[in-house]
């Protein structure tokens, strides 16, 4: 069965104060590995799709990285408009397009 | 241009009742996703639709869900008999065409709450 853990639950950073949050995921054959960001009260906002270990995406001050077990989400200099929860979400090969989420970090930004 | 839209955007009923849930996927779209996410926890697949017709229903916990998409547009998520702990935020997403890593874009969700 496929699953994610995301640590930690909840994160609070001052603001410019960089740090990461990880993803854990097993996967029977590993597709696609996805960022989503999720304000209170609205979907989740797709972010980034990473497909294989050793790859990089960069969004602003956001980037993602990915290993064979595990993906970060660096967060450099936040403001506290990144505050929200960031869900990350895998799809298994032989998955049909659907996507397994883990259960989302929290992050608040204090200004 | 419009994304993914949900109705209603919140929902209260009663235990034992019939509740319609509504997504409007982003137009030219052909994959349509439910998923189901609880308080304090990430989104639970439900059903995913190709076209008109459910590709993979694995995801409904019971016969008292029933998903449709007639015209490979709209699609109604439909429950019978609401249980308390059918309380949750629905979501549904919308992908271009639900092959391989296609991105799914998620709607606002309707909050059901059933007393």
Same mark, same amino acid.
């Given at each position: 069965?496929?699953?994610?853990?995301?640590?930690?639950?909840?994160?609070?950073?001052? =603001?410019? !104060?960089?740090?990461? $949050?990880?993803?854990?995921? +097993?996967?029977?054959?590993?597709?696609?590995?996805?960022?989503?960001?999720?304000?209170?009260?609205?979907?989740?906002?797709?972010?980034?799709?990473?497909?294989?270990?050793?790859? =990089?995406? !960069?969004?602003?001050? $956001?980037?993602?990285?990915? +290993?064979?077990?595990?993906?970060?989400?660096?967060?450099?200099?936040?403001?506290?408009?990144?505050?929200?929860?960031?869900?990350?979400?895998v799809q298994a090969s032989a998955a049909n397009s659907k996507l397994t989420f883990g259960k989302g970090i929290t992050l608040s930004v204090r200004p | 241009?419009?994304?993914v839209s949900q109705t209603p955007s919140n929902k209260v009923t009663e235990k034992g009742k019939y509740v319609e849930l509504r997504c409007d996927p982003?137009?030219?779209?052909?994959?349509?996703?439910?998923?189901?996410?609880?308080?304090?926890?990430?989104?639970?697949?439900?059903?995913?639709?190709?076209?008109?017709?459910?590709?993979?229903?694995?995801?409904?916990?019971?016969?008292?869900?029933?998903?449709?998409?007639?015209?490979?547009?709209?699609?109604?998520?439909?429950?019978?008999?609401?249980?308390?702990?059918?309380?949750?935020?629905?979501?549904?997403?919308?992908?271009?065409?639900?092959?391989?890593?296609?991105?799914?874009?998620?709607?606002?969700?309707?909050?059901l709450t059933v007393l």
């Amino acid at each position: 069965e496929d699953q994610v853990t995301q640590s930690p639950e909840a994160l609070r950073l001052q =603001e410019g !104060e960089s740090s990461s $949050l990880n993803c854990s995921y +097993t996967v029977s054959g590993l597709r696609g590995l996805f960022w989503y960001r999720q304000d209170p009260g609205k979907g989740p906002e797709f972010l980034f799709t990473l497909y294989s270990a050793g790859e =990089e995406k !960069e969004k602003e001050r $956001l980037k993602a990285t990915l +290993t064979k077990k595990e993906s970060f989400l660096h967060i450099t200099a936040p403001k506290p408009e990144d505050s929200a929860t960031y869900l990350c979400a895998v799809q298994a090969s032989a998955a049909n397009s659907k996507l397994t989420f883990g259960k989302g970090i929290t992050l608040s930004v204090r200004p | 241009g419009a994304g993914v839209s949900q109705t209603p955007s919140n929902k209260v009923t009663e235990k034992g009742k019939y509740v319609e849930l509504r997504c409007d996927p982003i137009s030219g779209h052909t994959a349509l996703y439910w998923y189901r996410q609880s308080l304090g926890q990430g989104p639970e697949f439900l059903i995913y639709f190709q076209g008109t017709g459910a590709a993979d229903d694995s995801g409904l916990p019971n016969d008292r869900f029933f998903a449709v998409r007639p015209e490979g547009s709209v699609s109604t998520l439909k429950i019978q008999r609401t249980e308390r702990g059918d309380s949750a935020v629905y979501l549904c997403a919308s992908s271009s065409t639900g092959v391989g890593t296609d991105t799914q874009y998620f709607g606002p969700g309707t909050r059901l709450t059933v007393l």
